[in-house]
């Protein structure tokens, strides 16, 4: 997969998660979302360029739950 894809799925969880009232609780489901739903191998091909291009391609809100939560994801 594309990892442009992969960002602009993520950003779009991000955009989602923003409108929760309950911040803490917002990052985490954002989180456990991308774990439930992307298989496997997304998951590490978007924490590897995450690793390398950093989250500057993220949403606030992505870039929190990824940091937050990154051991969901992995």
């Known amino acids: 997969m594309h990892i ?6 993520a950003n779009q ?4 998660f923003e409108a929760m009232p309950d911040r803490a ?7 456990q979302h991308i774990r439930r739903f992307w298989e496997p191998r997304m998951r590490k091909e978007f924490l590897a360029h995450i690793d390398s291009a950093g989250m500057s391609e993220l949403n606030e809100t992505m870039a929190q739950a990824v ?3 990154r051991s969901l994801l992995g």
């Open 13 to 16: 969880i991000g955009d989602f």
């Open 4 to 9: 442009e894809h992969l960002i602009k799925m």
């Open 67 to 69: 940091a937050r939560h």
């Open 25 to 31: 609780q917002a990052l985490e489901d954002a989180a």
